[in-house]
């Protein structure tokens, strides 16, 4: 009975193609429009997963990494002083106005730190030396900046806030959520800069915990001597970044009305194609009843076909979202498919074509054996 659908399945292999390729198509748009999802979270959160901090100290009720207020940078010296802490150290972030060659201005997200190394941060540089930033009017930008600044390499000059910046080295994979571009530079430099904005003044303070600590009691104490910010494990402060990207610019929403588009056509297509195959063949599948055939046996034959359909069409939609990673790449996007999206992806079409062959069944099932033996 398995062979009678499997047969009945490729009976018309045009129509088989139509089946997968519309599963296939599908099977890509979630995969591309989620991986695209994923990559850019990931980009909203990698300063602070490769920073490697602890704890994260925030002006109160800051919403989100790139959007910050600044406070007292003298307030790193209360962290320090609380039991537990085995490294604290200020860290700026800031917008910055870049001046190109062609007479263009670009913005750049700029760090500022007293020693990178320390902390990891850039943790890929490409050329130059992280120690030259501290040696003078110097700043490193990472290599996607040259999407929206062109080609530049170490020893080049840019107008950095209206002053001359030397470039002594590049970066690789530190972008913003906003596709911006990254700079590293010294915090004293970064100061002297935006002295309005900056001077006295630091955007978090960053807090290694000493081994053996307690991290929920170092953070409550952190908390009291500091009332005025907030304090998050490096966790709960990737989590709230996230939150604000997907609940406050529509993406979450983008993603998943485009995930159901999808889902949507895979059924349509399967459910067309086994209902028409279905309607074409129901004297074999009257004679299947004839011979005393029920009607679970009728729906593990739809099943099978619907299984194939699945298979295949997911083999034929994830080949192409795997193949489109560099081209994405190459616009500046991160197209991230992990295991778990690739499992729930393939869970999902496999279920979404069986319920489509319920179409089918709710037809077959009330079919009379006895026309079989009609002319």
Avoid at 64 to 72: E, I, R, S
Avoid at 92 to 103: A, W, Y
Avoid at 116 to 134: A, H, Q, T, Y
Avoid at 186 to 205: N, V, W
């Amino acid at each position: 009975m398995v062979d009678l659908g499997l047969k009945t399945l490729l009976h018309d292999k045009v129509r088989f193609l139509i089946t997968v390729s519309g599963v296939a198509f599908a099977v890509t748009l979630v995969l591309v429009q989620v991986g695209l999802f994923v990559g850019l979270l990931d980009n909203s959160t990698i300063t602070i997963r490769k920073l490697g901090a602890d704890l994260w100290i925030t002006s109160k009720n800051s919403p989100n990494l790139d959007f910050v207020h600044q406070f007292p940078e003298s307030n790193l010296y209360r962290a320090r002083s609380v039991p537990g802490v085995e490294r604290a150290d200020n860290l700026i972030l800031s917008f910055m106005q870049v001046s190109l060659p062609t007479g263009a201005e670009e913005t750049a997200v700029v760090y500022a730190m007293e020693d990178f190394e320390r902390w990891g941060v850039p943790w890929k540089v490409s050329s130059g030396s992280l120690d030259d930033l501290k040696r003078g009017a110097y700043i490193m930008f990472d290599e996607s900046a040259t999407k929206r600044f062109g080609a530049f390499a170490p020893g080049d000059y840019r107008e950095v806030m209206g002053q001359r910046l030397k470039i002594v080295g590049t970066t690789q994979e530190a972008k913003s959520f906003t596709t911006t571009p990254l700079g590293f530079m010294d915090f004293e430099r970064e100061q002297e800069l935006q002295p309005s904005l900056l001077a006295g003044k630091t955007s978090y303070i960053v807090i290694k915990v000493a081994p053996g600590a307690d991290v929920e009691r170092v953070r409550r104490e952190l908390a009291a001597r500091l009332p005025y910010n907030d304090v998050y494990t490096s966790g709960e402060w990737a989590e709230r970044s996230r939150s604000y990207w997907i609940q406050n610019t529509g993406i979450g929403f983008n993603a998943f009305l485009t995930v159901f588009l999808g889902c949507l056509v895979g059924v349509v297509v399967v459910a067309q194609t086994l209902y028409t195959s279905t309607m074409e063949h129901l004297k074999e599948f009257g004679t299947v009843k004839a011979i005393g055939g029920t009607n679970l046996d009728i729906y593990r034959m739809l099943g099978k076909q619907a299984s194939i359909a699945a298979v295949v069409g997911f083999v034929l939609g994830y080949v192409p979202a795997q193949l489109l990673k560099p081209v994405i790449a190459s616009g500046g996007l991160k197209l991230i498919i992990v295991p778990e999206l690739t499992a729930v992806t393939f869970a999902g079409t496999l279920l979404l074509c069986l319920l489509a062959a319920l179409i089918s069944f709710r037809k077959v099932a009330g079919i009379d054996p006895a026309l079989v033996f009609r002319s």
